[in-house]
């Protein structure tokens, strides 16, 4: 009976293995921002099917996007109150922020989408996808 590894225990072996990834996997830092360029291109203009690996292992298809046209509007949020934060040298001079951003620039691997089976906004990690799939009209 074989004991069913995690998508992390999986990624281990194929390092360990020395196994060829996906494309985004085996990119360099530019080849990958490359790539989430192109994915998010195509979600802002097109529907888009894309397959990867959930948290849990298993596979996943989702038919989303970034089209505006195609995301029904949401309802406004209810105002919340103010809070008072303290603040300090660095969020008071914005390099707290401005750090923040760069990482989050830099390590950018999971995109935002809205779900259109679901009716909801998912996100997916570009360092697990599998297939990326568009159909577009030239009409």
């Known amino acids: 009976m074989e004991i069913p590894m995690s998508w992390e225990q999986q990624e281990v072996f194929r390092l360990l293995k020395a196994q060829p990834g996906t494309l985004y996997q085996e990119a360099d830092v530019e ?3 490359y790539f989430r360029d192109w994915v998010r291109g195509v979600l802002e203009v097109a529907e888009i099917t894309v397959t990867f690996v959930k ?3 298993s596979l996943r298809d989702m038919r989303c996007t970034l089209d505006r046209d195609r995301i029904p ?3 406004p949020k209810p105002d919340k109150p103010a809070r008072e934060e303290p603040v300090d040298g660095l969020r008071q001079n914005g390099f707290l ?3 923040k951003e760069a990482k989050a620039l830099e390590e950018n691997h999971t ?3 809205f779900d259109l089976d679901a009716g909801a906004w998912r996100s997916f990690r ?4 599998k297939k990326v799939t568009a ?3 030239f009409e």
């Open 135 to 137: 159909t577009m009209s």
């Open 97 to 99: 922020g401005e750090a």
């Open 111 to 113: 995109q935002k989408v």
């Open 73 to 75: 509007p949401q309802p």
């Open 126 to 129: 570009y360092d697990r996808l």
């Open 55 to 57: 948290a849990d292992g």
């Open 31 to 33: 080849g990958r921002k």
